[in-house]
């Protein structure tokens, strides 16, 4: 099965299972482009009784259209998106001309 793309102008949603999802926010800039993807939730559900508990979530999935304040929380597990595990890739573009 080959994957499904959808692209907007600041965020890309992957599907990459049916139901699974890998968001990755684009920055780009004349030196570099960084590219953040969301994964596993680390919400401690237990911080109250002082122990320590995930939910088992493993990607983050937007609970609605791009731009919309429930695009910001996770379908899977109803978490805000920064409980999700942030991972950055920066990718360096150099540019130079031999004259």
Not at 4 to 22: I, L, T, W
Not at 24 to 32: D, I
Not at 55 to 79: I, K, Q, R, V
């Amino acid at each position: 099965m080959k994957p499904k793309e959808d692209e907007s102008d600041h965020h890309k949603a992957k599907k990459v299972f049916a139901g699974h999802f890998v968001i990755k926010e684009k920055k780009k800039t004349e030196l570099h482009e960084e590219v953040v993807k969301y994964k596993e939730c680390r919400k401690n559900h237990a911080a109250s009784l002082g122990r320590y508990a995930v939910d088992g979530c493993c990607e983050f999935m937007p609970a609605g259209e791009e731009g919309s304040a429930a695009a910001l929380s996770c379908h899977a597990c109803s978490c805000h998106r920064n409980f999700h595990k942030r991972e950055a890739e920066i990718e360096l573009q150099l540019h130079f001309s031999l004259s």
